[in-house]
C-alpha cells in the first residue's frame, strides 16, 4: 500500500475532488440563504419600524388632541392649575375609559426641580403609576414643547411606549408634562406575525428557486456527462471518435480530443512500424554469426550459446514491445469466443496424437478490450501449456460480468504445488526442463495481461491439475 492510500483525506482534499454541479449547487444554495434570510431579516426590521412609527404618529396626536380637549373645555384655571372637575378628556375614544385597555393618557405637574407632584390621568390607567420612565420625564422637560418617546413598564404587566411632552401654561411658573401611552403587545404581535409569513414566503420561494436551479445546473452539464460516456465508449472500442452535436461551448474540446485520439492511432502505427523494422535488422545479423559458428571448437559453443540467448532475449524484448503498443491502442476490442474456439481447434490437431481434448464453456458475446494478437499471445500459451502436461483433457471456461472479464484454463495434468505456482510466474523459470521451451511463456502472459490492467494467476484445477486464470476488470 502506497503513502498516498494511507494518508489521511482531508476536508480540501474532498473539496477539490467535489463534482462541478455539486459545488455550483452547494455555492448558489449559501449564496440564496444569505440572500433570503438577510433580507427577511431586513424586511422584519423595517416592519417593526414602520410600525413603531405610526405607532409614535399615533400617541403625538393623541398629546395634540388632548391639549386641545384641554383648551376646549376650560380644564385651565386662572393661576395655572388644571382641574377635571366636570370635564372628560378624550371622552370620544372608550379604550381611555376602560381599565388596563392598554391606551393611557396623563397630565403629570412637576416642581421647580423636576420631580411630580401630581397628575391628572385617564380611567383605564386606574390606579397604577404613570407610564413615564424618570429617563423619558428629564427628556421631556429638557426640550419644552418638544414629543420624546420611550419604552418602559406599564399596567398588568404590559410593555408601554410613551410619549410625553412639556408645555408652560400662562401664569404657571413650572410646565406640565402630557404624557400618552399604548401597549406594543399588538404591534409586536402583528411584527411577529409578518416576520413568520415572511420567513415561510422565503422558504417556499428559496424552495422552488433551488429546485429549478439544480434542474437547471443538471440539464446544462448533461453535454459534460455525455462526453464521459462518449469517451469510455472511444475506449471500449464501440466508438471511433466523439460525435460534433457538443454545445458551442463544449465543441472545441471533442474537437481537441479528437485529434488526440487519431494521434494516439498514428503513434500506435509508427511504433508498430518501428518495432517490425528493429527486428529484420537484428534478425539477421543474429543469422550471421550463427551460421559461421559451425565448427566443434570451445568458442564456436560459446558464440552459438550467446547467439541463442541474443536470440531469445531479441524476441522477447520486441514481442513486449509490440504488445505494448498494442495495449495502448484506444478503441481496440475483440471477440472472444471466435479466438478461442480457433486455438483449440489448432491444439486439437496438434495434439491429437497425445489423445488431448480441448473444450471450451462460455465466452458467447464476450469481449476483450484489446487487439486480437494479444487474446491470442495469452490465450494460446496457456492452452498450449495445459496440453503439454494434460493427461486427456483441457478445459477453456469463460465467466463475463459487470466487474470482470475471466478466462480460466483447467487440466488434468500433474499439476504444481503452491511453492511451484509461485515460481512459474517468474520469467525465464522452467519447471521441467525435459520439455522444449524458452521459459519466458508464462511471464509474457503475465506482462501481457498487465498490460491490459489484468492479472494472471494459477491455481489447483478441479481435475487435480493445474488452473490458468486470467482476469481483466471492466473498469
Known amino acids: 500500500m502506497s503513502e498516498a492510500d494511507t494518508k489521511p483525506v482531508t476536508f480540501l482534499d474532498r473539496w477539490t475532488r467535489l463534482s462541478l454541479a455539486r459545488r455550483i449547487i452547494l455555492a448558489a444554495a449559501v449564496w440564496g440563504l444569505i440572500v433570503l434570510i438577510g433580507g427577511a431579516l431586513a424586511l422584519s426590521a423595517l416592519y417593526r419600524a414602520q410600525t413603531l412609527s405610526l405607532l409614535s404618529d399615533d400617541l403625538d396626536q393623541t398629546l395634540i388632541t388632548l391639549t386641545r380637549d384641554m383648551t376646549r373645555e376650560g380644564a385651565f384655571l386662572p393661576d395655572g392649575r388644571v382641574t377635571d372637575d366636570n370635564h372628560v378628556f378624550l371622552s370620544t375614544d372608550s379604550r381611555y375609559q376602560t381599565q388596563y385597555s392598554g391606551r393611557y393618557w396623563a397630565i403629570v405637574a412637576v416642581d421647580e426641580d423636576g420631580a411630580p407632584t401630581g397628575d391628572l390621568r385617564s380611567r383605564s390607567l386606574w390606579d397604577e403609576p404613570v407610564p413615564m420612565s424618570p429617563r423619558l420625564l428629564k427628556r421631556a422637560l429638557g426640550t419644552p414643547g418638544t414629543t420624546q ?234 492452452m498450449e501449456n495445459a496440453c503439454k502436461w494434460a493427461k486427456a483433457d483441457v478445459q477453456v471456461s469463460v465467466s463475463d460480468d459487470a466487474s470482470e472479464l475471466r478466462i480460466e484454463v483447467d487440466d488434468d495434468g500433474p499439476g504444481l504445488t503452491a511453492e511451484e505456482r509461485e515460481g512459474a510466474l517468474k520469467r525465464g523459470v522452467r519447471l521441467d526442463e525435459t520439455t522444449p521451451g524458452t521459459g519466458l511463456g508464462l511471464s509474457i502472459v503475465t506482462e501481457l495481461a498487465e498490460l491490459h490492467k489484468g492479472v494472471l494467476e494459477l491455481d489447483e484445477a478441479p481435475a487435480g491439475g493445474l488452473r490458468a486464470r486470467l482476469r481483466f476488470p471492466k473498469r
Open 149 to 382: 418617546f420611550g419604552i418602559g413598564p406599564g399596567p398588568a404587566g404590559q410593555r408601554i411606549f410613551a410619549a410625553a411632552k412639556a408645555i408652560f401654561v400662562e401664569n404657571r411658573e413650572t410646565p406640565l408634562v402630557l404624557v400618552a401611552a399604548a401597549d406594543r403587545a399588538q404591534n409586536d404581535a402583528a411584527a411577529t406575525r409578518f416576520r413568520n409569513l415572511l420567513i415561510g414566503t422565503m422558504v417556499v420561494l428559496f424552495g422552488s428557486v433551488f429546485a429549478a436551479m439544480v434542474a437547471g445546473i443538471r440539464y446544462s452539464l448533461r453535454p459534460l456527462v455525455k462526453l464521459g460516456n462518449d469517451i469510455a465508449e472511444i475506449r471500449e472500442g464501440t466508438r471511433l471518435k466523439l460525435a460534433d452535436d457538443y454545445p458551442s461551448e463544449v465543441q472545441p474540446l471533442t474537437e481537441e480530443l479528437n485529434k488526440l485520439v487519431d494521434h494516439n492511432r498514428q503513434v500506435v502505427e509508427r511504433a508498430r512500424t518501428h518495432v517490425g523494422n528493429l527486428a529484420h535488422a537484428l534478425k539477421t545479423p543474429i543469422a550471421v554469426l550463427r551460421n559461421e559458428a559451425t565448427g566443434k571448437t570451445q568458442l564456436d559453443d560459446v558464440v552459438r550459446r550467446q547467439v541463442d540467448s541474443m536470440q531469445t532475449n531479441v524476441e522477447h524484448y520486441l514481442k513486449r514491445a509490440r504488445m505494448a503498443a498494442r495495449a495502448e491502442a484506444l478503441g481496440a476490442r475483440t471477440e472472444l469466443r471466435p479466438v478461442l474456439d480457433g486455438i483449440a481447434r489448432l491444439m486439437n490437431r496438434l495434439y491429437d496424437a497425445k489423445g488431448i481434448d480441448v473444450t471450451v464453456f462460455g465466452g458467447d458475446g464476450a469481449v476483450f478490450r484489446g487487439e486480437q494478437q494479444d487474446l491470442e499471445e495469452m490465450v494460446g500459451n496457456l
